[in-house]
């Protein structure tokens, strides 16, 4: 465990590969609309998985602004991002994929666009059944409040805040970047991918969108059909193959 700050929350797990570097890295940025209850540990499977496949994988933990301030939460992504840049191990900053699940995927591109020209910036950003649209999330009362309360507003209240932390509204990222969705998570979250998705590929960004079977967790699945496709393309486009085998 490597802390990236002084909160005990402020934290993450690094795992790296058997064999030798330098070895490409993912970022792995946990959901649970963004309450404290829900933990790093949603993503260990799939830290393990991509581990197994090659990658140095930093699994975060964050203060959750049930608890903290909303600037806590988003600080911290960013600080733990920046804190590759120190961490142990033989990693490739160049091939750094950041992958967000959930409130994580609003949480990984916001972080994606706000990383552009750092030192640590990430190759591609891939978004697993985000909330990609914080004024469309707080309009259909997603988690029972869950943006609102995150942020500490409704949209009308905080109009500013929303749209620096929202996707959508930060259009084009400047990070290439993957939506991927499955079909039978919440409708809500689906439409919202999916308009995101539109309204990405009408500018300039580099995107692409997978929609696969499955429910709201079959995205960090690594037995299911929809991660697997996922995994291709990121290898794709980070190490240039689409059949990696897992080691």
Same mark, same amino acid.
């Given at each position: 465990m490597v802390s990236y700050g002084d909160h005990p929350e402020q934290r993450a797990e690094l795992r790296v590969p058997v064999g030798d570097g330098p070895f490409p890295v993912a970022v792995l940025i946990h959901g649970g609309y963004w309450r404290s209850r829900w933990e790093f540990d949603l993503m260990d499977a799939m830290a393990v998985d991509l581990t197994k496949r090659g990658y140095a994988t930093w699994n975060v933990e964050?203060?959750? =602004?049930?608890?903290? +301030?909303?600037d806590a939460t988003t600080g911290d992504v960013a600080a733990a991002l920046a804190a590759l840049e120190t961490a142990p191990g033989d990693l490739d900053l160049s091939r750094v994929v950041l992958f967000g699940h959930s409130a994580g995927g609003q949480l990984a591109l916001r972080v994606a666009a706000d990383s552009v020209g750092q030192p640590v910036s990430p190759a591609l950003a891939v978004s697993l059944a985000g909330v990609l649209d914080l004024r469309v999330g707080d309009e259909r009362?997603?988690?029972e409040g869950a943006v609102s309360n995150a942020i500490g507003a409704r949209f009308a209240g905080a109009q500013e805040t929303y749209e620096a932390a929202s996707p959508i509204s930060r259009l084009p990222l400047g990070v290439p970047h993957l939506v991927?969705?499955?079909v039978s998570d919440d =409708?809500?979250?689906? +439409?919202?991918?999916?308009?995101?998705?539109?309204?990405?590929?009408?500018?300039p960004d580099s995107v692409d969108y997978i929609e696969g079977p499955g429910g709201h967790f079959a995205v960090v699945d690594p037995t299911s059909e929809i991660y697997q496709d996922l995994v291709r393309e990121v290898d794709a486009r980070i190490r240039g193959t689409r059949d990696h085998a897992s080691e």
């Amino acid at each position: 465990m490597v802390s990236y700050g002084d909160h005990p929350e402020q934290r993450a797990e690094l795992r790296v590969p058997v064999g030798d570097g330098p070895f490409p890295v993912a970022v792995l940025i946990h959901g649970g609309y963004w309450r404290s209850r829900w933990e790093f540990d949603l993503m260990d499977a799939m830290a393990v998985d991509l581990t197994k496949r090659g990658y140095a994988t930093w699994n975060v933990e964050y203060r959750r =602004p049930d608890e903290h +301030e909303w600037d806590a939460t988003t600080g911290d992504v960013a600080a733990a991002l920046a804190a590759l840049e120190t961490a142990p191990g033989d990693l490739d900053l160049s091939r750094v994929v950041l992958f967000g699940h959930s409130a994580g995927g609003q949480l990984a591109l916001r972080v994606a666009a706000d990383s552009v020209g750092q030192p640590v910036s990430p190759a591609l950003a891939v978004s697993l059944a985000g909330v990609l649209d914080l004024r469309v999330g707080d309009e259909r009362w997603l988690g029972e409040g869950a943006v609102s309360n995150a942020i500490g507003a409704r949209f009308a209240g905080a109009q500013e805040t929303y749209e620096a932390a929202s996707p959508i509204s930060r259009l084009p990222l400047g990070v290439p970047h993957l939506v991927v969705s499955a079909v039978s998570d919440d =409708p809500n979250l689906l +439409e919202i991918s999916r308009a995101y998705y539109a309204a990405a590929a009408s500018g300039p960004d580099s995107v692409d969108y997978i929609e696969g079977p499955g429910g709201h967790f079959a995205v960090v699945d690594p037995t299911s059909e929809i991660y697997q496709d996922l995994v291709r393309e990121v290898d794709a486009r980070i190490r240039g193959t689409r059949d990696h085998a897992s080691e």
